[in-house]
């Protein structure tokens, strides 16, 4: 079977599975990589540049303090004082507090771990149903041959419980609830009989054939 289809009107586009007139081909099962063919980012590299890096944060074993973090460094010969880090306190997608990592807390050597306590404080009372995050970005410090200064290498996110009261469910106004009847049936009063099925409303006669006049 022989498949084509019409090139598009630009003199520049994205050829792939039969646009040469090649027959047979996979069709559309290319162009589906990390980057698409002229270099443009997906969900995907997104994603695999968080599994790839080597800088990774997570809350420390057994602490209370919501600022206690394990910072683990996974590069082989560089240290993490290499970079510059910064925290941010999240609130439903807002940033409500932020600040720096001292170049003492990234005093991490290669291939080891260390604990730090960032100067995180939670609302006493937190609004009913609020989430709260903790963002940590760590970046490059100069410029190099493969990035520039500023570019992110890794990033965190953790999240925080402040401990704060549940949502109380509100119905909506648009609902209204369907109003049912119930039957009820009164009981005689003392001294006068309940009415027999006998005394109820006759049901109708059934309707009655005519002849047609001839």
């Known amino acids: ?29 290319v162009a589906d990589g990390i980057v698409t063919a002229d270099r443009g980012h997906t969900g995907k590299a997104a994603e695999i540049k968080r599994v790839y ?7 420390t074993s057994g602490a209370s303090d919501p600022g206690a973090v394990t910072l683990t460094n996974e590069y082989l010969f560089t240290d993490l004082r290499e970079f510059d880090a910064r925290w941010e306190l999240v609130a439903d997608g807002e940033v409500v507090r932020q600040g720096r990592l001292t170049r003492e807390q990234l005093d991490v050597p290669p291939l080891s771990g260390k604990d730090i306590t960032l100067p995180v ?7 009913p149903g609020t ?11 100069e410029s190099t041959p493969w990035a520039k200064a500023g570019h992110e290498v890794a990033r965190q996110q953790l999240p925080l419980g402040a401990g704060g009261p ?27 009989a309940s009415p027999s099925p006998s005394t109820s409303a006759p049901a109708p006669s059934p309707p009655t054939r005519r002849r047609a006049p001839a």
């Open 53 to 59: 890096q080597a800088v990774n944060a997570a809350r």
């Open 166 to 192: 549940a949502v109380t469910p509100v119905p909506s106004r648009a609902f209204r609830p369907c109003a049912t009847r119930t039957a009820t049936r009164t009981s005689a009063s003392p001294g006068r």
């Open 1 to 29: 079977m022989r498949t084509g289809q019409r090139r598009p009107a630009e003199r520049t586009f994205l050829a792939y599975g039969g646009d040469w007139g090649d027959n047979p081909n996979d069709g559309a099962f």
């Open 121 to 127: 404080r939670l609302p006493g009372n937190p609004a």
């Open 131 to 141: 989430e709260y995050f903790l963002h940590l970005s760590f970046t490059t410090r």
